[in-house]
């Protein structure tokens, strides 16, 4: 075909399915009772829903051969479905339900005899069967009511369509469905019923199939002289004012089918068109036929988007009756600024405690939020009865930037915050030294308050770990004679951590020596002395340490000592006049 196609998605309704014979066919071939069985065909057509088929037990019998029952209305296969003989053994027609009646037979063949002619065709056809016909919506004497069916190829071979369609009676038609559909393809008939006279009017669609019926579709639509005559109230509807971003009060459009000429028409509404967006229907009762002397009710509210005197219309589409128009509803409203928005904190400071240097402490959260404006004060007089929701009022706020100071960074979800909207600001502290250490979140925003500052404190501490500290780090005893002690010194030991300090030993090097009283174990800020001496063995310079091994980190601690040894004898014994340190 050069018409445009299409594939069909709609499921495949059932039709009748019929088994004829066409020059001798299955009737001459000693087949009792006829097969008419409801099943999935080949050329489906809709609106399906106006499609029934018959489903009633059936029973085949053949000469000499058992009953079959089928009951299934579904899923019943028939092979072949066009064959042709080409010998004198018959024709092998097998009927085979998906749920016999009786179970123990689910299938069985039916054979042709001998005597069919060689040349016969034998077809196991289909046809469509639209039993109750389509239905139009009731119409108005002079006027046309549109109906579309498509026809569409469900097999899985091609099918013939055509060349024939035609309507009787009030119903006329046009149609693309005129020669082959391949399978999954697709044609419309556009029918229309245009009554000439009032009541129940029937006629006939006539569809050429490719076979020697014609699928007949009964039609059929009621006509009245007069059509529907509605009434609506309010035709006008002041919303008054509301907040730019905020809804008002909901109010409603009464909408009656009077029936003024006792026509029994439904009056059925066809579209519903909002001129302006800032009104908004919220609940429509009327998008089904209203019955004569029935009522109905389209809830709306108003949502301004600007400032200022608002205007739209409530413009609607039906059958009623000429002279009788079904509005427009002119919509007014009255857009107000609304005020500012304010941004609350809360907390207005956070305490963070003591803080390991280095360490980075728990989350602690800002809630920052849109707060709502209350009434302004020309609206406060009188009295109201809020029951379901508080009113508020305010614009959403932007929030530009957030940013934290000092040894404290935030991390948060913030941006637009609607009217009673919140969002989380994330704080935490990694003090980088000892003491107490100050810092603020500051927020920017468009709010009426832009500015919002938020006070941080916390308090840097050392590590709980042992610390050692050796005073002094350097200790001299200038020059020494040998063989003789000289003056001994003192080197404090000091813990000087969070935690015990742990002494594991205390030695020297060189040509010195040590006496301490220090315990094991030094609680913090606790301290104890050695007491070093140096008695040189030879002359000239002599390096050593007082070293302390303890817990602390590094483990081994040192205060370096120096000295020098002199000599006042020479080699020979003799004594010398002057020292010699060298």
């Known amino acids: 075909m050069s018409t445009t196609t299409r594939k069909s998605s709609a499921p495949v309704a059932t039709r009748e399915f019929r088994a004829r ?49 089928l009951n299934d209305a579904a899923n019943i296969a028939v092979v072949p479905p066009m064959a042709r003989l080409t010998s004198p053994q018959g024709l092998q027609v097998s009927v085979q339900p998906m749920r016999p009646a009786l179970a123990k037979r689910a299938s069985d063949t039916l054979a042709a005899p001998a005597i069919m002619p060689a040349s016969a065709y034998c077809y196991i056809d289909l046809v469509v069967d639209l039993a109750k016909g389509i239905s139009f919506p009731p119409a108005i004497v002079g ?47 556009e029918l229309a019923f245009a009554p000439k006279s009032s009541g129940t009017l029937a006629g006939e669609l006539s569809i050429g199939s490719g076979v020697e019926e014609m699928l007949a579709v009964p039609l059929v639509g009621t006509a009245s002289a007069y059509g529907p ?44 068109t909002m001129t302006n967006p800032a009104f908004v229907i919220d ?69 963070f405690g003591a803080q390991d240097v280095g360490t980075t402490s728990e989350a602690q959260v800002i809630t920052l939020k849109n707060q709502p404006s209350s009434l302004p004060a020309q609206q406060a007089a009188g009295t109201a009865n809020i029951t379901e929701m508080p009113l508020s009022f305010g614009a959403p706020v932007q929030i530009s930037s957030i940013t934290a100071t ?21 704080v935490t502290f990694k003090p ?58 003192t080197i404090t030991i000091k813990s000087i951590g969070r935690a015990d300090l742990q002494i594991t030993n205390i030695y020297v090097t060189g040509d010195y020596s040590v006496t301490h009283g220090c315990p094991a174990t030094l609680a913090p800020d606790a301290q104890c002395t050695a007491t070093v001496g140096f008695n040189p063995t030879i002359s000239g310079s002599r390096p050593g340490a007082l070293v302390v091994e303890s817990n602390a980190t590094p483990p081994v601690t040192q205060a370096t000592l120096s000295g020098k040894g002199c000599r006042i004898f020479g080699p020979s014994g003799t004594r010398l006049s002057a020292p010699i340190c060298n």
């Not at 097969?35 to 009633?56: C, D, F, H, S």
């Not at 498509?150 to 060349?163: Q, R």
């Not at 000092?406 to 994330?426: A, H, I, M, Y």
């Open 432 to 489: 980088t030294a000892e003491g107490e250490r100050r810092g603020t979140v500051t927020v920017q925003s468009n709010a009426s308050n832009p500015t919002v500052v938020t006070q941080l404190l916390g308090t840097g501490t050392l590590p709980a770990v042992p610390a050692i500290q050796l005073s002094p780090t350097s200790t001299s005893f200038g020059n020494t004679v040998m063989g003789r002690p000289g003056e001994k010194k």
């Open 283 to 351: 609940e429509n009762e009327c998008l089904g036929p209203i019955a004569p002397y029935d009522y109905c009710y389209i809830y709306m509210y108003f949502r301004p988007g600007s400032v200022g005197p608002i205007q739209g219309t409530l413009e609607m589409r039906s059958n009623a009756e000429p002279g009788w128009p079904l509005g427009p509803v002119l919509l007014l409203g009255y857009g107000l600024a609304a005020p500012a928005g304010t941004l609350v904190r809360s907390p207005s400071s956070l305490l």
């Open 143 to 189: 006027t046309s009511t549109p109906r579309r069916v498509t026809v569409t190829n469900a097999g899985a071979e091609p099918k013939s369509v055509g060349p024939l369609v035609s309507t009787s009676g009030d119903f006329t038609s046009e149609s693309n469905c005129s020669g082959t559909l391949a399978p999954g393809e697709s044609c419309t008939i």
């Open 229 to 272: 005559t509605p009434y609506v109230w309010p035709d006008c509807l002041d919303f008054g004012s509301a907040y730019v971003g905020t809804s008002s009060y909901t109010d409603y459009v009464y909408i009656d089918n009077y029936d003024y000429f006792e026509s029994g028409t439904p009056l059925e509404i066809s579209s519903f």
């Open 406 to 426: 000092g040894d404290f960074t935030q991390t948060n979800d913030c941006g637009k915050l609607d009217v009673g909207e919140s969002c989380r600001v994330s």
């Open 21 to 69: 014979a066409i020059s001798a066919g299955l009737a001459a071939a000693g087949i009792a009772g006829s097969l008419a069985l409801p099943v999935p065909v080949a050329l489906a057509a809709e609106p399906a829903e106006e499609i029934y088929a018959q489903e009633a037990p059936l029973q085949l019998a053949q000469a000499g051969s058992p009953m079959i029952a």
